[in-house]
């Protein structure tokens, strides 16, 4: 079964990211206001960290699902395994199929061979 090292760390590494993205977002306006000689529009500050955080949240939200595929990936091969170690059923234990009459049909006899 593989164990997907190598996306395992890109994932982690994109989460990171988003998380620094985020909150270098949220620090960029007091750090502008703090320092910067000329003060820039409170709209252009806002609409910059508003932008910044909601792509970091995106990159970690999309972290999480490539991290689901493949924790489905690995719970589906694991299935598979846990079925095919599984004795098969006895022929004897199997019950028959029979279809199910619908209430109301009528009932057809079975065709004439002939």
Known sequence: MRDYRAARAMIWLMAVLGWLMAAAALALPVVLVLYASVMPDLIT??????GGVLGGLILVALSQIVAAQIDTARNTAEMVAL???RPAPEAAEAPALRPTPVAGARQEPPLKRG
């Open 83 to 85: 079925l095919r170690r």
């Open 45 to 50: 500050l806002a609409a910059a960290a508003a």
